[in-house]
């Protein structure tokens, strides 16, 4: 028997691996704290344990917005009590996996981080693994490896044990047990190869590793991760088409080379994950870097372009070639632009692309700025339209006219936009007394219509209660493109955020639904 095993059967293994006087409280759990920006701590403290599990559980993936998806995250590394009758280690379990589903490893990491590995149960040692092995530290879920031992038996985490053994200075052990697990097969033999050079790297006798990928059929988390973090080439047939997962994961991976993350920071960009701010830092590193050619480094001189080019209409046509022929469907161009938006003048000789304009600034919340077109923009245009769903006050209500315009020229699918601009401004209550009903008989929508989810966020913001209601809101955002929403849900979304005082996102989300409607 290894010495582990011994211990256990000897009842000699510690069950705490942290001194009595450093252990913390469950009473609060989460990362950001309500004087940083996290939501009110007791949010959920009296909530019924059915609903916000409900709720987590029943979010699967990723959302169709984008700012959606950032109140989500933000929601949900929260420092908050748990909601009565669950525990607090579920509450974290539960709000890290959700994290994990939507992309957002390194924030999961950070979640389960604050709770003592000594305290965690299955699920959350699960959504902990996820999250390490999403952000390529094998060796960071090796607390909770070493200390729960046995609590699983499959080859994933037996392997697992192997390369703790290996940084916990027992590299022979840790050599004998791959040796075993190579021999056995208890797992594709890639698997544990990458496992022991991963492993070889604590140990004084580095011995060589042969990676041989002849013969693997697909990528999986554990291959991309510990190639990953070891320095290990993929044959580019595995990465090709691998998945949204794996554009995701290499988006915030530094460790890869900056083309291949700037190939996955379109769609984090698109989905939330990544910010203006650091889409700039990264093309920024591109531009900088020597050696680097092709399409990404072309971006890279675009984006000083559109920020440093001679005049606004060279910045302007630097920002257009960012954007390509599709703007709206290159989401993550003018995520990338949105301060360089900013910077151009407001100007009716640029009106024709003001929409586009104001889109991009709107990605980054730039609201303000983006108000300076007011004067430049026609009444019923896709740039009015933006404008006054994204102003900051709602003063003077919009008409049922330029409402009626903006619906004469809309070319969108089904007319998406135009329900869109309807269920914004409904849920911001920035129409007319009764031009609601009305707008809404001309297309077709009925936005009142009551279901379980609505009934639910309704009740959340007759309360204020503003983390069940992002939490229920991301309920009726999921989906891989915006043609799965609905003008009702959109309603709902929006009403129920401006009412518990998120209107910033409520106004942010109503004007990403009409520019990728």
Not at 486 to 505: F, M, P
Request: charged residues 20%; hydrophobic residues 45%; aromatic residues 6%.
């Amino acid at each position: 028997m290894d010495p582990d095993e011994l211990d256990e059967l000897l009842g000699l293994k510690p069950k705490f691996d942290i001194p009595p006087a450093a252990r913390r409280s469950l009473e609060r759990v989460g990362v950001l704290a309500n004087a940083e920006g996290g939501l009110p701590t007791q949010s959920l403290a009296n909530q019924p344990a059915s609903i916000v599990r409900a709720a987590l559980v029943g979010t699967r993936g990723p959302l169709v917005s984008r700012w959606g998806h950032i109140l989500l995250r933000r929601a949900l590394a929260s420092r908050l009590a748990s909601p009565k009758d669950m525990s607090p280690v579920e509450f974290a379990a539960l709000r890290a996996g959700l994290l994990n589903r939507i992309g957002e490893y390194g924030a999961a990491r950070s979640l389960v981080q604050e709770v003592d590995t000594s305290n965690w149960n299955k699920g959350l040692t699960t959504a902990a693994l996820n999250a390490y092995i999403g952000t390529a530290d094998i060796v960071g879920a090796c607390p909770a490896v070493r200390l729960q031992g046995g609590i699983r038996e499959d080859a994933e985490w037996r392997m697992l044990q192997a390369i703790c053994d290996a940084f916990a200075g027992q590299g022979v052990r840790a050599n004998s047990n791959l040796n075993r697990a190579l021999s056995r097969q208890i797992a594709p033999d890639i698997d544990v190869l990458l496992a022991q050079r991963y492993a070889g790297a604590a140990g004084r006798g580095r011995r060589a590793v042969n990676l041989e990928w002849d013969g693997v059929e697909g990528m999986t988390p554990w291959r991309f991760a510990l190639a990953t973090a070891v320095g290990a080439d993929i044959p580019e047939n595995l990465l090709a088409n691998a998945g949204a997962y794996y554009e995701r994961v290499s988006a915030t991976a530094p460790m890869l080379a900056l083309p291949q993350r700037a190939a996955g920071a379109k769609r984090a960009a698109r989905e939330g994950i990544l910010s203006s701010a650091a889409m700039v830092d990264l093309y920024s590193q591109i531009y900088s870097a020597d050696g680097i050619e092709g399409a990404e480094a072309a971006t890279a001189s675009l984006l000083r372009e559109a920020y440093v080019g001679e005049g606004p209409s060279a910045r302007l046509a630097a920002m257009k070639s960012i954007w390509g022929e599709t703007a709206t469907g290159n989401y993550s161009g003018m995520v990338l632009t949105a301060y360089a938006a900013a910077r151009m003048p407001a100007s009716s000789e640029y009106e024709g692309d003001a929409p586009l304009l104001i889109a991009s600034m709107l990605t980054a919340g730039l609201d303000r700025n983006a108000m300076r077109w007011g004067q430049v923009v026609a009444e019923g245009s896709e740039g009015w339209a933006l404008l006054a769903l994204a102003q900051p006050t709602g003063a003077n209500p919009v008409s049922s006219s330029a409402v009626d315009n903006f619906f004469d020229d809309d070319d969108s699918a089904q007319q998406r936009k135009s329900k869109f601009l309807l269920a914004g401004l409904a849920g911001l209550g920035r129409l007319e007394q009764g031009a609601a009903g009305d707008l809404s008989g001309q297309l077709s929508v009925n936005l009142t219509r009551q279901t379980k989810w609505s009934r639910l966020i309704e009740q959340a913001a007759a309360v204020e209660n503003k983390a069940l209601v992002a939490y229920l809101a991301a309920v009726g955002m999921q989906g891989d493109g915006w043609d799965k929403m609905t003008a009702r849900h959109l309603y709902h979304i929006v009403s129920a955020l401006n009412r518990v005082g998120l209107s910033a996102e409520a106004r942010m989300i109503a004007a990403e639904a009409v520019v990728r409607g």
